[in-house]
């Protein structure tokens, strides 16, 4: 086990982000990559919400299914607050998209997450679980996830969706997918209010400063995004905007976009790179970058105070785009 706090970034974190790593590093499990995919996914299944706030308490859910175009079913979960939204009472609607590297995570890896968001916001929030790699390599996700917004907006009228007000979100690989559909959105003339980007991968190479400054974490590393990718996509593939949003020919008029970033993170550059292409392309951009904190840090809010001001933050953004 390497001692974390001789890394150049360890003066960086917060005090209760160093506690993090501490309690990480003490636990001792392997790092994902060394592990099968079967294996990553049940120790992320374990983790991932040791660090989370309770489930809201105001928060119902049901579980569903919507049809991919290969005839596939795509779990999907439901939440809100308050009365069940109905076809006689739609709700304002977010596509929430996990985060896990395209390989890992699902619906109960983010399930607190997603409730908080339905209880902050008054949304409906449903929660999709795409097709992981690599039994199913890009651009499976892509399609599931969009097949999934467009069923929200041409169906999802029967589970209480206001088709009129929805907007997508996910968080790392979620957040690409989420970039990434609000463009197919647009292209496909899909009315969408909004866009909710949790740290995500934008571009195709692992190439910025920030990628080099914190190649050994902390929580997301070089080796372990390398092997994220190796599950997901071939290196033939990498430069399609399906899988690197920042390369999409035009961003323009796309649904306006907040971004939250931690700034001890290796996405934080190429996650501010897409803000600054945004707003250029003329798009309604707010970002936020939260000091201190890693990847993964929204989803610390029992440990972590800057989770819930970005909680708030998106809640802020959601309320204002979808007139709640």
């Known amino acids: 086990m390497t001692d974390s706090s001789k890394e150049p970034w360890w003066p960086q974190l917060t005090t209760s982000m160093r506690a ?76 929430y998209l996990h985060g896990g590297g395209f390989t890992i995570g699902g619906i109960d890896t983010h399930d607190v997450l997603c409730g908080r968001i339905a209880a ?47 907007a997508v979100a996910g968080d790392s690989a979620g957040g690409t997918l989420a970039a990434v559909i609000a463009l197919m959105a647009r292209d496909a003339d899909l009315p969408l209010r909004a866009q909710c980007l949790i740290y995500p991968g934008t571009c195709a190479h692992q190439d910025t400063p920030s990628h080099g400054r914190y190649a050994q974490g902390p929580v997301l590393t070089a080796p372990l995004i390398t092997w994220f990718f190796g599950q ?22 796309v649904a306006p976009a907040v971004l939250i970033l931690a700034e001890c993170d290796p996405l934080v550059d190429e996650g501010i790179a897409y803000a600054d292409q945004l707003r250029m392309a003329g798009v309604e951009v707010d970002i936020e970058i939260y000091r201190g904190v890693a990847h993964e840090f929204i989803k610390m809010g029992r440990v972590l105070p800057e989770a819930a001001r970005a909680h708030q933050a ?11």
Not at 128 to 136: D, S, V
Not at 314 to 324: D, E, N, P, S
Request: charged content about 20%.
């Open 20 to 95: 993090v790593i501490n309690g990480m590093q003490r636990a001792g499990h392997p790092p994902f990559n060394m592990l099968s995919p079967a294996q990553a996914r049940q120790a992320y299944q374990l983790g991932a919400q040791v660090l989370e706030e309770d489930m809201p308490l105001s928060i119902s859910t049901r579980d569903a299914q919507i049809q991919s175009r290969d005839a596939g079913a795509l779990p999907v979960r439901l939440y809100w607050s308050g009365a069940q939204p109905s076809a006689d009472s739609p709700r304002a609607t977010v596509l």
């Open 314 to 324: 998106i809640a802020a953004f959601l309320k204002q785009q979808l007139r709640l």
């Open 120 to 166: 902050n916001t008054g949304a409906m929030v449903v929660s999709l679980q795409y097709r992981l790699a690599p039994e199913y390599r890009f651009p499976t996700a892509v399609h599931d996830c969009w097949d999934g917004l467009h069923w929200l907006a041409t169906q999802g009228l029967q589970w209480g969706v206001d088709a009129s007000l929805l």
């Open 232 to 253: 997901y996509i071939d290196d033939a593939d990498r430069e399609d905007w399906h899988f690197a949003p920042l390369l999409a020919p035009e961003l323009g008029d």
